[in-house]
């Protein structure tokens, strides 16, 4: 149980996660969590009031069921294969950290701070940055995942300069808005 409670070195996800995707490669598929948005929406029925939904979803299944599974995954993993510790970050973060008012830094996977007090700003930070996301998603063609993973195995030029955005995004995040949010 230790091998499933602990962090999985990089020789052993690297390999799994590039056999996925040359399956993937083989199989004509493209991978990408954004893109489920759009196949429920045309499940529902979306396609026939909006040209964007208008597509065959049907040949998307395989996703939903990808998507399916890492939420059922998810779950079992949280509730039933984990022992509740926060992941090890280094002292400075939490320093850092402690000082923008988290106190529970290092100490708590999702910080109660900003998920479980439901404060104005609180509000105010996930509803924006929700916006943000999805807006971001469909501007860039595509999400994290699906460009940094799926994009960047198949050599498409438009996921490398996504990622490099997502990148500077980042850094222009931790560095210049974090410290001015919070």
Not at 28 to 55: H, I, P, Q, W, Y
Not at 120 to 145: D, E, M, P, Q
Request: charged letters at 10%; one cysteine or more; a neutral charge.
């Amino acid at each position: 149980m230790e091998t499933i409670y602990g962090t999985w070195p990089w020789y052993i996800g690297g390999p799994l996660v590039a056999l996925i995707m040359l399956a993937l490669i083989k199989l004509g598929k493209s991978f990408g969590f954004s893109s489920n948005f759009r196949t429920f929406c045309s499940a529902l029925g979306a396609g026939k009031s909006c040209d964007f939904f208008d597509f065959d979803w049907k040949a998307q299944r395989w996703n939903l069921l990808f998507l399916f599974g890492t939420i059922v995954g998810g779950f079992v993993a949280s509730h039933w294969l984990a022992n509740h510790q926060a992941p090890p970050i280094a002292e400075e973060t939490i320093t850092t950290l402690q000082g923008y008012g988290f106190q529970s830094a290092g100490k708590s996977y999702l910080p109660p701070e900003l998920f479980f007090n439901l404060d104005l700003k609180n509000i105010l930070l996930l509803l924006v940055g929700g916006v943000f996301v999805g807006f971001g998603t469909r501007y860039a063609g595509g999400c994290t995942s699906g460009h940094a993973i799926s994009g960047l195995s198949n050599l498409q030029w438009p996921s490398l300069v996504a990622v490099v955005g997502f990148f500077i995004g980042g850094l222009l995040m931790v560095h210049v808005l974090f410290p001015f949010i919070f």
